[in-house]
């Protein structure tokens, strides 16, 4: 193998191994766990296979038909996790409901197709018809992803982050192109446009990680976070606290349930502040409150005190003055109307003596 060649053969295959790793640190190890990462790891793992099978098909033209046809596979999943990707950051309740369909289909196709028509076996029919229609298919979801781009972007910008969704877009665009031509130019092109996408999104990582605490900082304290963003954090949040019962440890703290979201503590403060117009004290005790007010109802054994340190709250004073603030009365009185039936209106008598 000549100089030049081995250089080539360097710079592609250097790609594809480093998009592997990529994936692997989108899928498995970035923080906070998100779907949208998860698609982009995934979108980064199907373009690695198919780049790999370029690259070694280009400087081994008998590489086995396994290979190839497993290559070839794989790229009837980029389109897919690309759309799936941007329509996270856009959308992610919708994509959300839907990614599975878009996989699952795909998958079906791809394996009947592989079992029923080997590459092997049937290379007139993959060459050009198969492969054709895998391109048309990549090509059409790139035109889908089109669509939610724009929503895509203005989502990012609404964090005060950077992002390379347009980046990763357009690197599609570039390498879908390349393997569409190379008919004209060369085989390879393909494989170094997707090199020069992956360096490309390195440089972006780096950069947001070096850069990205100082810059987004300030942008938090005026920047309300998008609704699309918000509402399933919010749904996670109140259905984390309720599930795990943490409104039951009195000295439960924002920083703790932060840790649980994989947010920062700040993150979490602007939520309940912006989007819920409340502060992290008041949310949990809502929650207090409202599993004091089944045990009052239910329970005939503990006394009023126990009901309020078993709901989290550290002391009676501030279970009695909490619960009548929410309320509008206090425990005492509220277990008598709900024993006996009368509304606080009509029972003025039990007020008086349940203090």
Known sequence: MEFSRELLFFFSALGAFNGLLLSSYFLFFVQPKKLSNAFLGALLLALSIRIGKSVFFYFKPDLAFGYLQLGLSACAFIGPFLYCYIRSIANPEAIRKEWNYHFGFWLLVVLVIGWRYPFADYVDLWRPYIIQ??????????????????????????????????????????????????????YILGALSFSFMLYLLVLLLVFKRRKGPRASAPKYATTKIAREEADPMLTQLKDLVAQEELFKNPNLKLPDVAKHLHITPHRLSQLLNDNLGTNFPSFINEFRVENAKVLLQENQVFSLEAIGYECGFNSKSTFYATFKKYVGTTPAKYK????????????PQLDSSSD
Do not use: H, P
Not at 336 to 347: C, T, V, W
């Open 336 to 347: 008598n109307q709900m024993d006996l039936g009368f509304s606080k209106e009509s029972s």
């Open 133 to 186: 229609g895998i391109y048309l298919q990549w090509l059409g979801y790139i035109l889908l992803s089109s669509i939610w781009v724009k929503d895509a972007l203005s989502v990012e910008k609404s964090r005060g982050g950077k992002s390379w969704i347009l980046s990763i877009y357009l690197g599609n665009i570039a390498i879908w192109v390349t393997y569409n031509v190379c008919g004209y130019t060369s």
